[in-house]
């Protein structure tokens, strides 16, 4: 038996919604985008890296990583 762990419909969901926020916030001028980046990082930096997906990325992360992808898709 496979003990490695699978995304769930609903993870996808919520990353897939975080990276439509993130983008939306890249898009408001009221945004400091820049300082969201920082502080994102701080907070990704403190999380656990275990356990993962079977795409490699960390489950602790993934919400935020997505909101930080989404941030990039808005060029200002």
Excluded: Y
């Excluded at 439509?20 to 898009?27: C, E, N, P």
């Amino acid at each position: 038996m496979n003990d490695e762990k699978v995304i769930t419909p609903f993870e996808v969901g919520v990353c897939s919604a975080m990276t439509l926020i993130g983008k939306a916030l890249a898009m408001s001028h009221h945004v400091d985008v820049e300082g969201l980046k920082a502080d994102a990082a701080k907070v990704l930096a403190e999380m656990p890296e275990e356990p993962k997906w079977q795409c490699g990325r960390g489950q602790h992360q993934a919400a935020l990583a997505s909101l930080l992808q989404g941030l990039e898709l808005v060029k200002r």
